[in-house]
């Protein structure tokens, strides 16, 4: 069963800079594209930013768009997930969760069939 973990969150200041981390295990190939994900309190979540399993191609929602950057390092049956974060906005707070699967729909949505949701990692951006 695949299990991920996220970490890396934190309070920051407006304008600040954040890397969060992911180590999804438990996956039967590295094919997948991975994502992150968000959530603000009383939200729904959305998706922020999807990447190939080969990192050839990265998308990102309009709002994240020029600030942040999302990699991958595989490694077979584990895979590390990061998302840098730059120049944070009070509106970036949330919890942020990664996924094992994403695509980029044609109107800009990151969208996952993802269940297997992980505790996430909380970032505060402070006006």
């Known amino acids: 069963q695949v299990q991920v973990v996220e970490s890396g969150g934190g309070l920051v200041q407006a304008g600040g800079s954040v890397r969060l981390s992911c180590t999804a295990s438990g996956l039967d190939q590295e094919y997948y594209n991975m994502g992150w994900f968000r959530q603000a309190p009383g939200k729904e979540r959305e998706g922020v930013a999807c990447i190939t399993w080969n990192s050839d191609t990265t998308y990102y929602i309009e709002s994240v768009k020029g600030r942040f950057t999302i990699t991958r390092d595989n490694a077979k049956t584990t895979q590390y997930l990061y998302l840098q974060m730059d120049s944070l906005k009070p509106e970036d707070t949330a919890t942020y969760y990664c996924?094992?699967?994403?695509?980029?729909?044609?109107?800009?949505?990151?969208?996952?069939?993802?269940?297997?949701w992980g505790q996430g990692t909380q970032v505060t951006v402070s006006s």
């Open positions: 996924v094992t699967n994403c695509v980029f729909s044609a109107s800009g949505v990151v969208i996952t069939t993802f269940r297997n």
